[in-house]
């Protein structure tokens, strides 16, 4: 049986510093990010996901394909609860929401910007391989890349387990940890910190 997903991804907060610079790639009603906060307490933390209802037989059974959301009204709704939920960091500066695409927000963002991203969008081999190539990048030298349900074969075909071991192979990045369907990778290069 597999533990709760919160807390599947404790250990990977606990691999990153306080006072980091992070991005969440996919964030739903903000729940993760919610423990980033409280956890890392993050000198900013960038929350990515165009909350759009995807259509097509390929996401029947995606939260965001009719599975949980119903529709476009739906995901708007939760666009809207996130931006309410994160008020107060929001107006601190310390979260800032992008309403968009992956490959969009990381044009944002200069390279070597964050300490480390935590990858959790559109599951599809095709959308994590992109997300590795594009954040990869973005994320400092000795930095983390990261995310979810690594090893675990859904809607998506194992596309999640298939991008990170091809990006791993491809790019020099070292396996910190490949437990509890999470994937760890370490950017090479000299840690500043």
């Known amino acids: 049986m597999r533990r709760p997903r919160r807390d599947r991804r404790r250990f990977v907060l606990k691999l990153t510093a306080r006072g980091s610079v992070c991005a969440e790639i996919g964030v ?10 409280r956890t890392v307490r993050p000198a900013k933390l960038h929350l990515v996901d165009p909350w759009v209802f995807m259509t097509g037989e390929a996401y029947g059974e995606a939260r965001y394909g009719g599975k949980v959301a119903a529709d476009q009204n739906a995901m708007d709704r939760l666009y809207e609860e996130v931006v309410q939920r994160f008020a107060g960091p929001i107006a601190d500066g310390v979260v800032e929401v992008h309403r968009c695409g992956s490959e969009a927000a990381a044009d944002l963002f200069q390279d070597g910007y964050f300490d480390w991203v935590y990858v959790d969008g559109n599951h599809l081999y095709e959308f994590v391989s992109a997300d590795l190539e594009l954040y990869g990048p973005k ?12 090893g675990v074969q859904g809607w998506w075909e194992d596309g999640v387990t298939r991008a990170v071991d091809e990006f ?12 509890a369907n999470q994937f760890v990778l370490r950017k090479p290069g000299v840690s500043r910190s």
């Open 28 to 37: 739903w009603r903000g729940d993760f990010s919610a423990q980033i906060l």
């Open 139 to 150: 994320v400092r030298d000795g930095g983390l890349l990261a995310g979810d349900d690594y």
């Open 168 to 179: 791993v192979a491809g790019r020099g990045y070292e396996v910190v940890s490949l437990a």
